[in-house]
């Protein structure tokens, strides 16, 4: 039974955590107009001053003035106060929009001239600084802005993406992108000021009725807000440190291509040499599976036999192939793919093998159905020999600048495509390289581990083709150099 002394002990108690409550509550609503004050006489001391010698006018001589000066003030800082969330998206943001469209224009011959795009000619007048003329600028969403520069005569694209670092730094932004128009004779210069892939891109099932489809997949979304959309029946190369979200690059690729799996569409090979760690979720899927390069090595021999004699069918009746349940696509998708391109150096003759048949089905694989889709941690030609075969490339977050160079090209990373800058908070963003040569910045949905799950029984493959593989005799030890006895003499 409570005492009256606690009783009355536990009350004050209450009171002055009440008390206390009340004071922080009551301070911070003093600091937050005080310092909303400081910070508009700091960023706008003009009008600070225009207000200030209003008020003080008002009350010494005009009561509606000094009325209409309070209104000025107080309504717009009760707005913010009370509905923050509409104040910024209709007064905050178009002005500071505004703000920063204004001081681009007023600025730009002098950003031209910085940059090193200036020229200074001779005149009857003294010297005429000459710059790129600023066309058209817009806001294309809340946060990117964009401009469309005319080159002046012998200026070429590559001029403007050689200066663009210095033009995202003078202009304040966080990312600048530089598109060539379709003859690259002039170009559009995108200015991003917010990242609009920081959220994560959640991933969809697919639909048990969705219809099966081989041409695209839907892989996440582009920097646009567009749906980011990679072609399937094209060799494919994603590079990326570890934890930069080639899995869900993976997954996604199976996401689309589940209904075309379970209707035989399409048949996957899956290779996992991590020992079965990143596709053992979802063997089912997979017509035929390896985990050890001795069972990956095998089934990319048994998928070039397969390649040559369904080309020597279509051989004088069609110059590609077309799927279909009697003949279908069949991927290769090959996770650490450099366990089969560079790690096997201790098994020779395995490594000859598995390049030959990598070349086979990189070179002569698409006309007749057959494509490879790797992912790798290293980009590097001594670890990929057949890198430059790969007809569409994939850069998530890589180590260095080189390295993106070695996925993307130079180009690619002089346009703005800045992998090795990815932040380790955002597994899944990247660059992606058409066949076009167009480069995308894009971010990968992620699929959880219950969706890969809840696809492989859902979606299972129809038929299961299991590998075969022959033990393999390690590599002779070398002969020893030692010389006789008599051969010395």
């Not at 009857?124 to 294309?140: M, Q």
């Not at 040499?273 to 035929?288: A, D, I």
């Not at 998708?333 to 395995?350: G, K």
């Not at 002569?364 to 490879?372: S, T």
Request: glycine share 8%; aromatic share 6%.
């Amino acid at each position: 039974m409570t005492t009256p002394v606690a009783s009355w002990g536990g009350s004050v108690i209450t009171g002055i955590r009440w008390i206390v409550r009340g004071l922080r509550t009551g301070l911070g609503e003093v600091w937050w107009w005080i310092g909303g004050g400081l910070r508009f006489v700091r960023r706008a001391p003009a009008r600070a001053l225009a207000w200030t010698a209003g008020t003080v006018y008002g009350y010494l001589h005009q009561t509606w003035l000094l009325l209409t000066a309070l209104v000025v003030a107080v309504v717009p800082a009760l707005w913010a106060r009370c509905w923050p969330t509409s104040y910024l998206r209709l007064v905050v943001h178009p002005a500071w929009r505004r703000r920063i469209r204004r001081s681009l224009r007023r600025t730009w011959p002098m950003l031209m001239e910085r940059s090193g795009l200036g020229r200074r000619v001779i005149g009857k007048d003294g010297t005429e600084l000459h710059t790129p003329a600023l066309g058209r600028s817009r806001w294309e969403d809340p946060d990117v802005l964009v401009v469309t520069p005319q080159l002046m005569v012998g200026q070429t694209v590559e001029d403007l993406v050689a200066v663009s670092e210095r033009l995202r730094t003078t202009v304040g932004s966080r990312q600048i992108r530089i598109i060539p128009n379709d003859t690259h004779t002039g170009c559009t210069v995108r200015f991003l000021f917010a990242d609009p892939l920081a959220a994560v891109v959640e991933a969809r099932f697919p639909s048990p009725n969705l219809a099966a489809t081989i041409t695209t997949a839907e892989m996440g979304v582009t920097e646009d807000g567009q749906p980011w959309r990679v072609p399937i029946p094209v060799s494919t190369l994603t590079a990326g440190c570890t934890g930069s979200g080639k899995a869900s690059a993976m997954w996604m690729l199976l996401l689309n291509l589940a209904p075309a799996i379970r209707s035989g569409l399409v048949q996957v090979y899956g290779v996992d040499l991590k020992g079965g760690m990143e596709l053992g979720l979802g063997t089912r899927l997979f017509t035929r599976y390896a985990t050890t390069p001795d069972q990956a090595v095998v089934l990319l021999e048994d998928a070039v036999q397969a390649m040559t004699a369904r080309a020597a069918t279509l051989a004088g009746h069609a110059r590609s192939h077309t799927p279909s349940t009697a003949a279908p696509l069949v991927l290769v998708l090959i996770d650490e793919l450099a366990m089969l391109t560079s790690y096997l150096s201790n098994q020779r003759e395995l490594f000859q093998r598995a390049d030959k048949a990598l070349r086979a089905l990189l070179g002569l694989g698409r006309a007749p159905g057959f494509v490879v889709w790797g992912f790798l941690q290293d980009p590097r030609k001594d670890t990929v020999p057949q890198r430059h075969m790969f007809t569409q490339t994939i850069a998530l977050r890589l180590r260095e600048r080189e390295e993106v160079a070695m996925v993307l090209s130079d180009g690619a990373v002089a346009a703005g495509a800045a992998c090795h800058k990815i932040p380790r908070t955002t597994p899944g963003v990247g660059y992606a390289l058409t066949e076009d040569g167009d480069v995308t910045r894009v971010r990968c949905a992620f699929v959880p581990d219950d969706m890969i799950r809840a696809l492989a029984a859902h979606f299972r493959a129809p038929v299961q083709i299991p590998i075969h593989a022959p033990e393999l005799a390690p590599d002779a030890a070398p002969k020893s150099r030692t010389r006789t006895a008599r051969s010395r003499s």
